[in-house]
């Protein structure tokens, strides 16, 4: 893996207004690579080295997700993707990643964005499954934590996966690729995009966030689609077992294995109640 230093040798053949070599200012936070703000002539800048081995990333893929989602209201980023070279760039964006719930403004808009990007062409992607791919990482694991999470992957296994016609699925909108400022959203990290079921992206913030009541009915009303309860319980336990699945994986060492099972078996219960 490259170095920022290296890489930004390339800056010439970068599609920003530069008059000079970016610099190395900070380092940000990344749970699967390396990241950097730069200085530059064209304003701030975020240089992304990607990590060759993170577990779910298809950088092929991803360049094919930037591209049709390039100038969407929450993507209208300039980037320049080297997957070849190994890393990204791009501008900096305008606004924070969310610390808290958001308001309800904030969440319609966030269901808007969402429903936009369902609309985008999905041809030529992978279709995932997240139960599935759970099962792929869990696969990976030791005997004894795969033996500790056989239970619970049996009873997610009796719940039907089919899904409808996939869409567009952004896969990892955790607070971190997240961006909110003047009144829009920006999703950032596209390394996990794949075609999927259309609660995954839903199910991800309802579940991140604890969604419920006025929340989650605005969230759900900037969607505008109709979701069934049960389904979207269903969809939040699977995700949290394939994000569980994906830490064992990756970090190997994790914190709170047994409240994560007690966490899934919950929401299955409350979908067997509603169901």
Do not use: K
Request: include cysteine.
């Amino acid at each position: 893996m490259d170095g920022p230093d290296n890489l930004i040798d390339d800056w010439r053949s970068w599609p920003f207004d530069l008059r000079a070599r970016p610099t190395v200012t900070d380092t940000l936070p990344s749970e699967t690579n390396m990241a950097y703000r730069l200085a530059s002539s064209a304003g701030p800048l975020v240089l992304r080295v990607n990590s060759p081995n993170a577990p779910g990333v298809d950088r092929a893929q991803e360049a094919l997700v930037l591209a049709r989602v390039a100038g969407a209201s929450f993507f209208d980023c300039t980037v320049h993707n080297s997957p070849g070279r190994g890393y990204l760039v791009m501008q900096s964006v305008s606004g924070e990643h969310p610390r808290d719930r958001p308001g309800n403004i904030d969440l319609e808009r966030l269901g808007h964005a969402i429903a936009e990007l369902q609309r985008l062409p999905a041809s030529e992607l992978s279709v995932i499954a997240p139960g599935a791919l759970a099962e792929s990482y869990v696969a990976r694991l030791d005997a004894p934590r795969r033996s500790a999470l056989a239970l619970t992957l049996e009873r997610l296994r009796g719940y039907d996966e089919g899904m409808r016609a996939p869409v567009l699925c952004h896969f990892d909108l955790l607070p971190p690729n997240l961006i909110v400022g003047e009144g829009r959203w920006t999703f950032l990290d596209w390394e996990f995009a794949a075609a999927g079921d259309r609660l995954i992206d839903i199910a991800t913030l309802v579940e991140v966030w604890g969604l419920e009541g006025d929340a989650a009915a605005a969230l759900l009303g900037g969607y505008g689609e109709q979701v069934e309860r049960t389904s979207l319980l269903i969809m939040r336990a699977r995700l949290r077992m394939l994000w569980f699945a994906w830490r064992l994986s990756w970090h190997r060492q994790v914190v709170g294995f047994e409240g994560e099972i007690a966490a899934i078996g919950a929401l299955l219960d409350t979908a067997d109640a509603f169901g």
